[in-house]
């Protein structure tokens, strides 16, 4: 059997001489499988002097990374995964900075540096932005691996060129290099660096100490004694052996080939094919069974007609990473298994039960308190991935499955998009993902989505299924203009053969609404109201006093005259 990469680890921080230590770092070494499947993951991360959340940066940056990285698809190359989770990262803090005080002022803002590195197999991947650093030594040379991106505007004056959370695209400088035994990877914040020469380093890392932590530990008070004011972060990284052979090129170069069309009996990767559940000129989509664990599970794999598309390879890997990061009894979930893979595929958990579309057909006239059930339902998957900063996108009754039981799950995220990556694919202009009677008119404006976009789509869904219609018919979608959105038309989903509250269709026009910012500020509002009629509805609606109580209105204006004729007849008496 392979024997495992096989790595030491030691670090050490401490806030030097200022109050709070704005520096975070952290590792994973996973076991196998994951270990050659994925690798072994550290970071370190440098919040700025100038920001007081700046701490709050630097935790989030590496804890997204170590969190997020592994949950990304097994498919996808060490660099692809790895930029991925570090760009949804740097949208999360943009958008914490611009929602915060300092959104006129970044160098305030929620702006860290971030260095990390990835080793899986015979090599070492590295990322960095910023001026934190990552070092090499091998035998007595020590070599510098990372570029520092520090501007500098005269001998004592310099700002952070590039920085996680300081702009919307960030570049990340990457490199990939091979291991040797004995490899010892330094990564360090530039409260150690900046106050200790090249020899110096090299003597204290070279050392015999009771272990890599007191080494760490010895490099920070040896900046500290040489005047360093900063915080002071050092994690140390030995490679003490490496596996007896490395995966396959392909694997390592994330350059998987498409798997082969698959029939019963078929095995890939230990998965045996049980059967074709469905095929498009997209995707092959096959049950199988994980001979491990006998557990079944979904295959999914990309047609052979899209193998010359980037993006939408993409995004089947994506699903995947997806499915991971949510954890949601209404989200599928990814299958367990995290063996080495030859080809390019996803696995996904088996969801009991039969399609909504299908569901529909069996139940064409549904009462309203079952489309409550079902809607709410979804709205809870679709809350699940919002909170994960997910959104859908592609809300239909064939992405959604119904069990015996009537549980609802969301099975397709193959459109989904995560903030803070931005859409590669276009196609002929701006790339509409959904299907487009359930997609949200600012997606045919070439806008991209927000929470309310999936909320007009779950509104679309309520409304098909109340009625078997649309809102809008098949307007939306040839609405390309603001100006021809303003003439789009809601057609009431109340009906003399419909039991349907008046209330609900108010509610529903609202959430269909071509304009976001006139819809409901949130699902939960929505689903609220589905069952609670909106106090502004009733009291747009209630008819006038005299309309409702009559007699008692009369009665009262009676009684107000009367009042009147008494203090006009004072007034007599007084003048007479």
Not at 155 to 164: D, F, K, N, T, V
């Amino acid at each position: 059997m392979n024997s495992s990469l096989t790595v030491t680890v030691g670090q050490h921080s401490s806030a030097g001489a200022k109050p709070e230590n704005q520096d975070s770092y952290g590792a994973f070494l996973p076991t196998e499988p994951q270990l050659a499947v994925k690798g072994a993951a550290f970071a370190v991360a440098d919040g700025i002097s100038s920001s007081s959340v700046s701490a709050i940066a630097s935790e989030t940056a590496v804890k997204s990374f170590l969190d997020d990285y592994y949950c990304t698809s097994d498919g996808w190359s060490v660099q692809s995964a790895a930029e991925q989770v570090i760009r949804a990262t740097n949208g999360w803090l943009l958008e914490q900075t611009r929602q915060s005080p300092f959104r006129f002022d970044q160098d305030k803002g929620y702006v860290c540096t971030f260095s990390a590195v990835i080793l899986r197999g015979h090599e070492a991947h590295l990322f960095h932005l910023g001026d934190s650093r990552i070092y090499r030594l091998r035998g007595d040379t020590l070599e510098q691996l990372t570029h520092d991106h520090r501007v500098w505007q005269g001998e004592h004056q310099s700002y952070l060129g590039r920085a996680l959370g300081a702009e919307t695209d960030p570049e990340i400088d990457y490199r990939r290099l091979p291991l040797v035994p004995g490899d010892l990877f330094l990564l360090s914040t530039d409260g150690v660096h900046e106050h200790l020469s090249h020899q110096a380093l090299i003597a204290l890392l070279q050392q015999h100490t009771d272990g890599l932590d007191s080494i760490a530990e010895n490099l920070v008070a040896a900046a500290l004694a040489n005047g360093s004011t900063d915080n002071l972060t050092v994690q140390l990284i030995q490679v003490e052996k490496l596996p007896d052979c490395a995966r396959t090129v392909a694997a390592e170069a994330g350059e998987l080939p498409l798997p082969p069309i698959l029939s019963a009996g078929d095995d890939v990767d230990g998965y045996t094919i049980e059967r074709d559940i469905h095929a498009s000129h997209r995707s092959h989509v096959y049950l199988a069974t994980d001979r491990d664990s006998g557990t079944p599970v979904i295959l999914k794999a990309p047609s052979v007609d899209q193998s010359e598309d980037p993006a939408h390879l993409q995004r089947l890997l994506m699903e995947e990473w997806l499915a991971r990061r949510v954890n949601s009894p209404h989200v599928v979930r990814a299958a367990e298994s995290r063996r080495p893979r030859s080809f390019l595929y996803t696995t996904l958990e088996v969801v009991e039960g039969q399609t909504l579309r299908q569901w529909m057909t069996d139940n064409p006239e549904p009462s309203l308190e079952t489309v409550r059930g079902i809607i709410e339902q979804v709205g809870r998957g679709l809350q699940a991935l919002h909170r994960a900063e997910i959104l859908h996108q592609d809300l239909r009754p064939e992405n959604i499955m119904i069990s015996a039981a009537g549980t609802v799950t969301l099975i397709d995220l193959g459109s989904a998009k995560v903030a803070g990556i931005a859409e590669t694919a276009q196609e002929n202009g701006q790339l509409i993902l959904g299907t487009a009677l359930y997609s949200a008119p600012e997606y045919f404006l070439g806008d991209s989505g927000t929470p309310r976009s999936d909320l007009f789509s779950l509104a679309v869904l309520t409304y098909h299924l109340l009625s078997g219609e649309f809102p809008y018919g098949t307007q939306v979608a040839r609405s390309k203009t603001v100006a021809a959105q303003h003439k789009l038309r809601y057609r009431t989903v109340l009906s003399e053969s419909r039991a349907i509250p008046a209330w609900i269709d108010a509610t529903l026009k609202k959430a269909l609404q071509p304009n976001p910012l006139r819809r409901h500020e949130a699902l939960s509002e929505f689903i609220y109201e589905l069952r609670h009629p909106n106090p502004e509805y009733i009291h747009s609606t209630r008819p006038p006093l005299m309309e409702r109580y009559p007699v008692r209105f009369w009665q009262s204006v009676s009684g107000v005259l009367l009042l009147f004729v008494f203090y006009l007849l004072s007034l007599i008496s007084q003048a007479t």
